[in-house]
């Protein structure tokens, strides 16, 4: 591999980063989609939904995120640091994120909470494009705010049938 070609799927896997943040913080729901594999390796052990590795559709997957994150009035995710190892069509890397996400909530309920950690992501280039196959969320620091706030998020957000 040329130092070019390198240096342009280092690009490419970092916009794949960059995208995920956006497409949660935006909603966009289809925007995530694009960045999936149909099959992707979820690791949440180490967050807040405390669930073992489990292997999920991309449809699936981003009805999970439609559903924590659409309560939310707003959320910041912002990830730096980022590393990025290559071996041909396969990438590894990871990000450091702090994820901040507010909900309304009645007076003296914590409306908040932060989440710092990391992302450990594998891709693979699929179709002439980098695809997500794997994705750990990985808490590292206490909550700030109340974890308790995802419950409220999720108790706005209207199911689809």
Known sequence: MSALEDLV???????VVAGLAHAQDDRDWTALRRLLADEVLLDLST????RPPATVTAPDLVELARGTLEGFDCTHHAASNLVVRLSGDEAECRTHVVAYHHVPAEPGV???CTMRGYWQ????????????????????????GSPDAY????????PRS
Do not use: I, N, S
């Not at 967050?47 to 405390?50: D, E, L, R, T, V």
């Open 47 to 50: 967050h807040h939904f405390g």
């Open 151 to 158: 419950a409220l998020a999720a108790a706005r957000v209207t």
């Open 9 to 15: 799927d280092r690009a490419a896997v970092a916009e």
């Open 121 to 144: 992501l594998k891709l693979r280039r699929l179709g002439g494009r980098w695809l997500m196959t794997h994705w750990a969320v990985v808490r590292t620091a206490p909550w700030e």
């Open 110 to 112: 914590v409306d908040y």
